[in-house]
């Protein structure tokens, strides 16, 4: 696996910065950038091209998702670099927001704070009600990670983990995929799975390290990242799940979707968008389009 420069891996491992940003627009740092393409800025809405830049929303977790570099003030990552070449092919400056937790995503979304949200988010048919998409990451794989001194038994269904604990993040859909494999686990006559939520990814992954949980539920790109570099941690399972892809997030009906489509599948086509992807070491969740809406789940 090939991993970004520039950064101490066990020191970002368990970052987390989880308050507001006290400055309007956290600095970034991308990885790839491109070249703009004049034809597609003629789809970007008035009001943004008089403003001048795209505001975007991020929860910073850990790689290789979005994260603070060892400054803490500088952000890097999958999403920082895909809506940062977004933008540069569409010839407009982005500007990065820090939302204080992924449960502050959708309402920020809503109310007009961001008018794009990356952050490792699922698109929904519940979340579709009241946000809209634009798919640019496949997300069929999850995994769970345990202490390698727990020694168990690596396996690829939930079914496995009836009648023990497994942690997710709050707000994320493994929660309620876990939820839903404990009711499968009682309708089969087997116990329950106790099921535990922490605030973000990093905390779950503290928990495992500490012993608070034997296991952790999350997506698979980020957990593979922190079992490679905290040396007590495994992976002990790999799910593979029916999910649409992770997203670009809009307040409903954006008139900016169609121009991040486009940029996207501008990116898809001329190969930027893969360099990215395995910049990070994550190039087996490349997608081939980037679907919008109701098409992400046809």
């Known amino acids: 696996m090939k991993f970004a420069k520039g950064f101490t891996l066990f020191a970002l491992a368990l970052s987390a910065h989880t308050t507001f940003a006290a400055e309007p627009s956290v600095p970034t740092d991308s990885a790839l950038h491109v070249q703009a393409d004049p034809a597609l800025k003629s789809l970007l809405p008035a009001d943004i091209v008089k403003r001048g830049y795209i505001v975007a929303g991020t929860n ?175 992976m002990s399972g790999e799910i593979t799940v029916n999910d649409a892809p992770v997203s670009v997030a809009f307040p409903k009906a954006s008139p900016l979707e169609p121009a991040v489509q486009a940029a996207l599948t501008s990116l898809i086509k001329d190969g930027s968008y893969k360099k990215i992807l395995d910049n990070w070491g994550i190039g087996f969740g490349a997608v081939t389009e980037a679907k919008r809406n109701e098409e992400i789940f046809q």
Not at 145 to 164: Q, R
Not at 169 to 188: D, I
């Open 60 to 234: 910073p977790n850990t790689p290789p998702t979005t994260f603070y570099k060892e400054d803490n003030k500088t952000l890097a990552g999958r999403e920082i670099d895909i809506m940062n070449a977004v933008g540069e092919r569409l010839g407009i400056a982005v500007q990065w927001r820090d939302t204080g937790g992924f449960d502050n995503i959708i309402p920020g979304l809503k109310t007009g704070r961001y008018d794009v949200a990356l952050s490792n988010i699922n698109a929904t048919p519940t979340r579709l009600k009241q946000i809209d998409f634009v798919g640019y990451y496949n997300a069929s794989l999850l995994g769970v990670i345990s202490k390698k001194a727990a020694n168990i038994t690596p396996f690829k269904s939930l079914s496995e983990v009836c009648g023990k604990e497994v942690g997710a993040g709050s707000g994320t859909t493994q929660v309620t995929r876990l939820e839903e494999a404990s009711k499968a686990c009682e309708a089969a006559g087997k116990p329950p799975i106790k099921v535990s939520v922490f605030p973000d990814r990093p905390a779950g992954v503290q928990a495992v390290v500490s012993g608070r949980v034997p296991m952790f539920l999350g997506p698979y790109e980020g957990l593979l990242w922190q079992v490679k570099i905290i040396k007590p941690l495994t």
